[in-house]
């Protein structure tokens, strides 16, 4: 028998979740996503130095802000992963964007034009944005010009119901930040079948296949591999290189948990505007917190990119 990751493989497409190369290679994922996270993280790497020394270079020369600079080593990332998965790249946009509709637009589509620029065509990439009703709106009119949206920071049925308004390419739901934030609340010992976010995940995919809503879900953040294993047969599953090795040294059988043809239980269709996305925010203390703190975090990871940039382009000037 083939081990788990082949298995999975065989039912969801496989995403990996970092913007570390060499671990791309390794388990041959047909996606890749990166955050600032992952980014500053792979910056930071001797082996991708030279993706960083050539933004710096560029925008000593082109005389470019910290911002300009920090959004092509983004791009330097994204265009190297480009080489390496078959299918899409995921680049985000600034967290600190993230409540300004107009200003998430025109940083999406400056992120498109420099891949352009790089011969890569937007249909290999999908921009990133926090699934705040501004950034929906974002994804909405990002999709009618043709730039396809994965909708991040996805913790409830609410901001799934409004990506599948928005039309958006992809939504990303957070398990393991739901599986914490439940812990820390005093709930538990869970297992991968009582898992509130293997719940939440569920509950998406059921609304989607049921009402037709052609949203691809894509279940994100694990914290082990029964998570993963409960999601199988998920549309897509972006999975940390560490349990990506985990899988792939499992044996014995995966079994299909998700099924279009019999998708489950569907939540109650939902008209949704906002007055109604807002309350029904409001009313879910997890997604409410979870939704905000990782802006926040992310916002500090980006920030500490923009400030290691900022020290080497001070240096090379």
Not at 32 to 57: C, F, G, H, Q, W
Not at 58 to 86: C, H, M, Y
Not at 282 to 293: G, H, R, V, Y
Not at 298 to 305: G, I, R, S, V
Request: charge should be neutral; charged fraction near 25%; include cysteine.
């Amino acid at each position: 028998m083939t081990n788990k990751l082949d298995q999975l493989r065989t039912m969801t497409t496989v995403v990996s979740d970092t913007g570390d190369m060499e671990a791309i290679r390794a388990y041959k994922p047909t996606d890749a996503t990166t955050n600032p996270s992952l980014i500053l993280k792979a910056s930071e790497m001797p082996a991708y130095a030279r993706l960083v020394d050539e933004a710096i270079a560029w925008g000593g020369k082109q005389k470019a802000s910290v911002g300009q600079v920090t959004d092509r080593v983004a791009v330097n990332f994204g265009a190297e992963l480009t080489k390496i998965v078959p299918g899409r790249v995921s680049t985000e946009v600034d967290a600190d964007l993230s409540f300004d509709t107009e200003a998430m637009v025109a940083k999406a589509k400056s992120l498109i034009a420099s891949y352009k620029e790089r011969g890569i065509d937007h249909k290999h990439i999908l921009i990133k944005l926090a699934s705040t009703w501004e950034g929906l709106q974002a994804a909405t009119r990002l999709q009618a010009d043709g730039i396809d949206c994965n909708m991040t920071l996805a913790f409830s049925i609410a901001q799934a119901i409004a990506a599948g308004n928005a039309k958006a390419f992809l939504l990303s739901p957070f398990v393991g930040r739901i599986f914490d934030w439940h812990v820390k609340a005093g709930g538990g010992p869970y297992t991968a079948e009582t898992d509130p976010g293997v719940h939440s995940v569920r509950a998406i995919y059921a609304y989607y296949k049921t009402y037709g809503i052609k949203t691809v879900v894509m279940g994100a953040s694990f914290r082990n591999t029964g998570e993963i294993e409960a999601l199988a047969g998920c549309d897509r599953l972006t999975i940390s290189p560490q349990l990506l090795e985990a899988l792939s040294k499992e044996e014995g059988e995966l079994k299909r948990q998700l099924d279009p043809a019999k998708p489950g239980q569907a939540p109650p269709k939902v008209a949704m505007d906002e007055k109604t996305f807002r309350w029904m925010m409001n009313e879910d203390q997890m997604a409410t917190e979870k939704l905000s703190d990782g802006i926040r975090l992310f916002a500090a990871d980006l920030n500490k990119l923009k400030t290691m940039v900022q020290q080497r382009l001070a240096k090379a000037a």
